[in-house]
């Protein structure tokens, strides 16, 4: 009962309704009628995502716990509370398990699952997550999540193109991510906030969360105005509050509005 808690306590939430959210988008994205069969296809997916997010969550856990512990010490395997062994036997489990519900749904939206838990093993056993090009894991998951989705009902060009911009875009503002680990990871990993030190970094990484949410104007012109001030918006948000959680919120709200204005107006 003590580790069904802490597997449980070390599954991030916030993180996972963002790729459920973003996979969802993509099986909208096709305009077919939902039908009792492409429902439970969709649930099938969300059903893999929640796995695999759950064994990568608890597999990084294990391959982070040093940094962790400066960081991050609420964090059951910092605590005490599991064996770390045992996050990681669990881990590469349900990767295993994620791989399942897909397999019944079809083979291109299997092979997509397939990559996304060999980007998991590359992200965090294979520390490439600790390289300078970490961003492009999380920004080529969620969008082969959103292609996902969209290969319910077969893939579109404005499909293809959305999540191409979901790529690019997510590239740049999910560098905020490694502000939180700044002390445990300076002179040991590369990112913008080793590199150009802390308060630089957050300078550098103002104009990466600005230009990867403004870059969607180049797909919805109209919109420039606005999402000029959403941008700026979310930018000092962060370089304010430093808030990582909130401004991801923000922006999945961003591209939710971008969503049904590119594929329903």
């Known amino acids: 009962m003590k580790l069904l808690k802490a597997l449980i306590n070390s599954f991030r939430f916030p993180q996972f309704f963002f790729f459920l959210s973003v996979l969802t988008m993509g099986f909208f994205s096709v305009k077919n009628g939902p039908s009792y069969l492409s429902i439970s296809k969709l649930i099938l997916c969300a059903v893999s995502i929640f796995f695999l997010w759950w064994g990568n969550s608890l597999i990084n856990d294990f391959y982070d716990l040093q940094i962790d512990k400066i960081t991050n010490r609420l964090r059951p395997l910092v605590r005490g509370l599991a064996n770390p062994e045992d996050f990681k036997k669990y881990g590469f489990l349900f990767l295993f398990v994620s791989l399942i519900p897909t397999f019944f749904v079809g083979l291109h939206i299997f092979l997509i699952s397939v990559f996304c838990v060999i980007l998991s093993i590359l992200y965090s056993p294979l520390k ?4 300078p090009f970490a961003s492009l894991f999380i920004a080529l998951g969620s969008s082969l999540v959103f ?11 404005k499909s293809l193109i959305f999540s191409l911009f979901l790529f690019l875009s997510l590239s740049l503002v999910v560098t905020s991510k490694d502000l939180k680990d700044y002390e445990a990871e300076k002179g040991k990993v590369l990112n913008v906030f080793t590199f150009f030190g802390r308060e630089k970094g957050k300078v550098v990484n103002f104009f990466f969360n600005f230009f990867g949410s403004l870059i969607w104007a180049l797909l919805v012109k109209e919109l420039f105005w606005i999402l000029l001030f959403v941008s700026l918006s979310i930018s000092l948000f962060f370089f304010i509050t430093e808030k990582l959680k909130i401004i991801m919120f923000l922006y999945l709200a961003e591209i939710s509005f971008i969503f049904y204005f590119y594929f329903f107006l």
């Open 147 to 157: 292609i996902q989705g969209s290969l319910i009902f077969g893939v579109t060009k």
């Open 128 to 131: 490439w997550g600790k390289s």
